[in-house]
């Protein structure tokens, strides 16, 4: 069974950065492609990046595009989302996701295993 575990959530000033991680075990890691979704409080699960199984390709919502930077290191069985230039909006649970094919995707419904979440608190 996939377990992830989030870690480097906190709260920061608006224009500050964080780094967030994501421990992977339970399968091989790099047969897997990873996302990060955020979830403010009263919206919705949102989409925020994913990674392919090699780290070769990346995408990005909108929202954070030149600010945020989704990147893997299979050694290590993590993956990491760099977050700059953070915005009171991007204020949210940060979850970790993975999807059982080398693959990313946009929709939460392409993963097969969460995280537990990180709060990300940016101060205004």
């Known amino acids: 069974q996939v377990q992830l575990v989030e870690s480097g959530g906190g709260l920061v000033q608006a224009g500050g950065s964080l780094r967030l991680s994501c421990a992977f075990s339970?399968?091989?890691?790099?047969?897997?492609?990873m996302g990060w979704f955020r979830q403010a409080p009263g919206k919705e699960r949102e989409f925020v990046a994913t990674i392919n199984w090699s780290g070769g390709s990346t995408y990005y919502v909108d929202s954070v595009k030149d600010r945020f930077t989704i990147s893997r290191d299979n050694a290590k069985n993590t993956v990491y989302l760099q977050m700059n230039s953070l915005k009171p909006e991007d204020t949210a649970v940060y979850y970790c996701?993975?999807?059982?094919?080398?693959?990313?995707?946009?929709?939460?419904?392409?993963?097969?295993?969460w995280g537990q979440g990180t709060q990300v608190t940016v101060s205004s």
């Open positions: 996701a993975a999807r059982s094919v080398g693959w990313g995707s946009l929709e939460l419904s392409g993963y097969d295993y």
């Open positions: 339970g399968r091989t890691f790099s047969t897997y492609a």
